[in-house]
């Protein structure tokens, strides 16, 4: 199986914080890679560094065979990286249709003048990326809030709106940071359903942080455990919720095993 990402050996240090320690994993194209640790383990810190938002002081990533270690977020966006935020970054006094068109100006090729004019190539291409943005909306049953104002939106629905966006992109990796935090269940239900239909049909490589350890060990192919930015156990769902080392960090003390 293709190796999709490679994180070889990273660190990242603020000040003496040391956020990671020599992280090492790689993610199989077509996987769904969980991400998992105590509060302040390093989780967003390592997508932040997957993202470019972080650049680690020692170490490599690697994301199709090629080294994007140095490359700013807005190079790796085009290469086919997309995340959605641990706190929503939305654009709060745009509609949910303009949040999610604003995500396709990485596919715009019309320059300043023809886009103004909005006439030929310009109007053609506008329409080909509504579409594009239409069939998220569906996919999302996002229908009835297409045009609300995303910043008088639930929660919820917001951190729908939020994954909307993410796929505008068109992503071939998509880094999912606590997708369901802060949701009820029956919200987590419709969260974790999409994202199963998004591996599903389009066959994605997925990074998921996530807290809720029963959704993790049902949708994830493989998870990471991290605490105090070291990585501690790497396997199947089935093996981690075995490990040891995983249960003293979640619960404070040995595992009877």
Same mark, same amino acid.
């Given at each position: 199986?293709?190796? &999709?990402?490679?994180?070889?050996? =990273? !660190?990242?240090? #603020?000040?003496? /914080?040391?956020?990671?320690? +020599?992280?090492?994993?790689?993610?199989?194209?077509?996987?769904?890679?969980?991400?998992?640790?105590?509060?302040?383990?390093?989780?967003?810190?390592?997508?932040?560094?997957?993202?470019?938002?972080?650049?680690?002081?020692?170490?490599?990533?690697?994301?199709?065979?090629?080294?994007?270690?140095?490359?700013?977020?807005? &190079?790796?966006?085009?290469?086919? =990286? !997309?995340?959605? #935020?641990?706190? /929503?970054?939305?654009?709060? +006094?745009?509609?949910?249709?303009?949040?999610?068109?604003?995500?396709?100006?990485?596919?715009?090729?019309?320059?300043?003048?023809?886009?103004?004019?909005?006439?030929?190539?310009?109007?053609?291409?506008?329409?080909?990326?509504?579409?594009?943005?239409?069939?998220?909306?569906?996919?999302?049953?996002?229908?009835?809030?297409?045009?609300?104002?995303?910043?008088?939106?639930?929660?919820?629905?917001?951190?729908?709106?939020?994954?909307?966006?993410?796929?505008?992109?068109?992503?071939?990796?998509?880094?999912?940071?606590?997708?369901?935090?802060?949701?009820?269940?029956?919200?987590?239900?419709?969260?974790?359903?999409?994202?199963?239909?998004?591996?599903?049909?389009?066959?994605?490589?997925?990074?998921?942080?996530?807290?809720?350890?029963?959704?993790?060990?049902?949708?994830?192919?493989?998870?990471?455990?991290?605490?105090?930015?070291?990585?501690?156990?790497?396997?199947?769902?089935?093996?981690?919720?075995?490990?040891?080392?995983?249960?003293?960090?979640?619960?404070?003390?040995?595992?009877?095993?």
């Amino acid at each position: 199986m293709a190796v &999709k990402l490679h994180v070889d050996a =990273i !660190s990242l240090s #603020f000040g003496g /914080i040391k956020a990671l320690q +020599n992280v090492d994993f790689q993610v199989n194209s077509g996987e769904i890679f969980a991400v998992i640790g105590p509060n302040g383990a390093g989780k967003t810190s390592l997508i932040n560094s997957i993202n470019g938002f972080y650049r680690p002081q020692s170490g490599a990533i690697r994301f199709d065979g090629r080294d994007i270690t140095t490359l700013p977020p807005y &190079k790796r966006a085009p290469l086919g =990286i !997309s995340r959605t #935020f641990q706190n /929503i970054a939305l654009y709060t +006094n745009m509609t949910t249709l303009d949040n999610l068109m604003a995500a396709r100006h990485i596919h715009m090729k019309a320059n300043m003048l023809t886009g103004a004019l909005f006439v030929g190539a310009a109007k053609r291409e506008e329409i080909a990326h509504r579409e594009v943005v239409e069939k998220i909306i569906d996919f999302l049953e996002l229908e009835a809030i297409r045009k609300v104002t995303v910043g008088a939106l639930p929660y919820g629905l917001r951190k729908r709106v939020e994954l909307g966006r993410a796929l505008a992109l068109e992503p071939s990796l998509l880094l999912l940071d606590e997708p369901m935090a802060g949701m009820n269940v029956e919200e987590k239900e419709d969260m974790a359903r999409f994202i199963l239909d998004i591996h599903e049909r389009q066959g994605m490589t997925i990074v998921l942080i996530e807290h809720d350890m029963g959704l993790v060990m049902d949708i994830s192919h493989r998870v990471m455990v991290l605490d105090f930015g070291q990585k501690i156990a790497e396997g199947t769902p089935e093996h981690i919720k075995r490990d040891p080392r995983v249960i003293k960090a979640y619960l404070g003390q040995e595992a009877n095993v």
